[in-house]
């Protein structure tokens, strides 16, 4: 249902992964196999851009721990003309708690 939102040409960047993903079809793969039973995807606060936002997310998993979920961050544009998303970027924390930077 949410692919309606995305321009035919959207580019999709994961910091997890180092393949741009381009256009609908490729986007909508990646999406469909992160959608299973058990997972929530929750945001959090969202910026007021026009042609552009912001937002803060976490997923959860059904049975994880306390305190286990990750936590990011994501960018979108929009096409000012048709109102579709044309670009996103996710940034998520590291999966690793605490993360292994605080360690050093």
Known sequence: EGMRFFDESIIYRDFNYEEVLRGK????????????????????R???????????????IEGAPEGSAIKGISFYEVDPDTGLITYVRDVPESGIKPPPVGKL
């Open 25 to 44: 079809a490729e986007v909508k793969k990646f999406i469909d196999d992160f959608s299973f039973p058990g997972i929530t995807f929750a945001t959090q």
């Open 46 to 60: 969202f910026d007021d851009g026009v042609v552009s936002t912001c937002f803060t997310w976490e997923v959860v």
